[in-house]
């Protein structure tokens, strides 16, 4: 399984070396439906620095075999942007750049619409947010929750908020999970047709990260 994130490589194509390709998949499609992967990663992010958050989100092409399944491409958090049928990570890291949560929409959804799902409530820490996540709603949701928030404002902004730009330096730790996790080419390129079966490989990425 960790092959096939990594390659990017058909499940039919896998070499002689391992198990049978059906005998593999089917264990992967029940563990996909039992959510085995998601759970180890929330078991996992349960020792996370809980000192300071980093939130952002990328965009992942959807290759063509990836937009076959029923319910429309909404269903199956594919959309549509500038760079075609998209779809996007929203990722919560920790102050040591582990990844925590995260939330698969279609590419086109707005980041800061994902954020209140990914932030812990009552921790107390610093989120670091990029100008993308410029709202004074999201601001306010945050100091209401017992954060601090380390958002600069947008530039076309007239009054500039105060934030701690020190610690917002350390943002390229999220920067630096997403670059590891694109290393998977199943990841930087989405092959599932359904939200669930990507999710899943996201997963998997995400524990690898904490394992190695």
């Given at each position: 399984?960790?092959?096939?994130?990594?390659?990017?490589?058909?499940?039919?194509?896998?070499?002689?070396?391992?198990?049978?390709?059906?005998?593999?998949?089917?264990?992967?499609?029940?563990?996909?439906?039992?959510?085995?992967?998601?759970?180890?990663?929330?078991?996992?992010a349960e020792e996370h620095d809980r000192e300071a958050y980093a939130?952002?989100?990328?965009?992942?092409?959807?290759?063509?075999?990836?937009?076959?399944?029923?319910?429309?491409?909404?269903?199956?958090?594919?959309?549509?942007?500038?760079?075609?049928?998209?779809?996007?990570?929203?990722?919560?890291?920790?102050?040591?750049?582990?990844?925590?949560?995260?939330v698969v929409t279609g590419g086109e959804r707005n980041d800061v619409?994902?954020?209140?799902?990914?932030?812990?409530?009552?921790?107390?820490?610093?989120?670091?947010?990029?100008?993308?996540?410029?709202?004074?709603?999201?601001?306010?949701?945050?100091?209401?929750?017992?954060?601090?928030?380390?958002?600069?404002?947008?530039?076309?902004?007239?009054?500039?908020?105060?934030?701690?730009?020190?610690?917002?330096?350390?943002?390229?730790?999220?920067?630096?999970?997403?670059?590891?996790?694109?290393?998977?080419?199943?990841?930087?390129?989405?092959?599932?047709?359904?939200?669930?079966?990507?999710?899943?490989?996201?997963?998997?990425?995400?524990?690898?990260?904490?394992?190695?």
């Amino acid at each position: 399984m960790l092959w096939i994130a990594r390659t990017g490589c058909p499940w039919r194509d896998l070499p002689s070396e391992f198990p049978n390709w059906r005998s593999v998949y089917t264990r992967w499609r029940r563990w996909v439906q039992r959510r085995v992967w998601a759970q180890v990663l929330a078991w996992l992010a349960e020792e996370h620095d809980r000192e300071a958050y980093a939130l952002d989100a990328t965009y992942v092409r959807v290759h063509a075999h990836g937009t076959r399944a029923r319910g429309g491409y909404a269903a199956q958090a594919v959309g549509r942007s500038r760079g075609g049928l998209t779809s996007k990570v929203h990722l919560l890291t920790d102050a040591l750049g582990y990844p925590v949560r995260f939330v698969v929409t279609g590419g086109e959804r707005n980041d800061v619409t994902q954020a209140p799902a990914l932030v812990p409530p009552g921790q107390g820490a610093q989120v670091l947010c990029d100008r993308g996540y410029d709202a004074d709603w999201w601001r306010e949701r945050l100091l209401a929750a017992g954060h601090q928030p380390v958002v600069p404002g947008r530039r076309n902004r007239l009054t500039q908020p105060v934030y701690d730009e020190y610690t917002y330096r350390s943002r390229h730790l999220i920067e630096n999970a997403f670059a590891r996790l694109k290393s998977s080419r199943r990841i930087a390129t989405r092959y599932e047709q359904t939200a669930t079966a990507y999710a899943a490989f996201v997963s998997l990425a995400c524990v690898f990260l904490w394992l190695m």
